[in-house]
């Protein structure tokens, strides 16, 4: 290598010139271009999934059957029930009405099958105190008549 200084040829390698110590200038290196490759994301489409569709198994639609008897024989039947220990004779009339009505629903098969129960035990179950309140009334009062 020749120094662009002093003009001194040098062994190969040397960084600085034997004779007047200034650097000697080397060949500029070059990095190569590196490119880095276009990486592309595959394109993937999720499949299309179609839910089944499933359903009960067909049970065949009986009409719907009027519940208003049961209805009325467990209302009536309850009043009756609550009622029975302190008035003395509307709930007789409500308890007859509530058994009434419930025997007729269960007779005729109508739908409310519990509730038409309900009303009429309620009904039977309160006819018994209301009778007892109307028996130990009439008694007190014949009682109190012949003094």
């Known amino acids: 290598m020749r120094c662009e200084k002093c003009g001194k040829e040098n ?15 080397k060949p500029e290196y070059q990095q190569p271009m590196y490119q880095q490759p276009v990486y592309q994301q595959p394109v993937y489409q999720q ?10 198994p067909g049970m065949p639609q009986e009409p719907k059957k009027p519940v ?11 009043v009756a029930l609550v009622l029975s220990c302190c008035v003395p004779y509307l709930p007789i009339v409500l308890a007859l009405l509530a058994v009434v ?47």
């Open 68 to 78: 208003g008897l049961a209805v009325a024989s467990m209302v009536l039947g309850i």
């Open 101 to 147: 009505l419930g025997a007729v629903s269960l007779a005729k098969k109508m739908g409310g099958t519990g509730m038409a129960v309900a009303g009429l035990v309620c009904g039977i179950i309160g006819l018994v105190p209301a009778v007892i309140v109307i028996v130990s009334g009439a008694a007190l009062f014949s009682a109190l008549g012949s003094l």
């Open 47 to 56: 499949p299309v999934y179609q839910q089944p569709v499933y359903q009960q």
């Open 11 to 25: 062994q190969e390698g040397m960084n600085f010139c034997e004779a007047c110590g200034a650097p000697l200038s």
